[in-house]
């Protein structure tokens, strides 16, 4: 089975400077949200804190990544609100051979919040 990870940036802030960021920048509580979410679900996904993702001025940010499929990265997440949609889109990452998710399957959140979608490294 592939390996299918989420790399969350725990520096993301609006409010700290980068140098500045610690257990109060919204990345790592969104990193927090997502773990304990992950305590009472069937997701079946790696989730893996990162210190900087380099998109810093649209915070906060995540990045889907597997081995042969697309990668996504998604910026200016809203915290409070986007738990369930990033697991929705999981789900769909995971279910996906090649990682490739149509616009219109994709939660309606996180539409306009996806910055970047790379296409996998051939073989």
Partial sequence: MKLHTLFVCKSCSAI?????????????????????????????LNIEAVGCLWTCDTPCCVTFTCQGKYTYHFVNLPVQNIVL???????????????????????EQLKSNLLVRIPPVPD
């Fill in 16 to 44: 700290l400077e980068h140098e500045e960021a610690d257990d109060r920048a919204e990345g790592n509580q969104l990193l927090l949200k997502l773990l304990e979410a992950q305590k009472n679900s069937a997701c079946n």
């Fill in 85 to 107: 949609d990033l697991f929705q889109f999981s789900k769909l990452y995971r279910e996906s051979k090649n990682g490739y998710i149509l616009p219109a399957k994709m939660p």
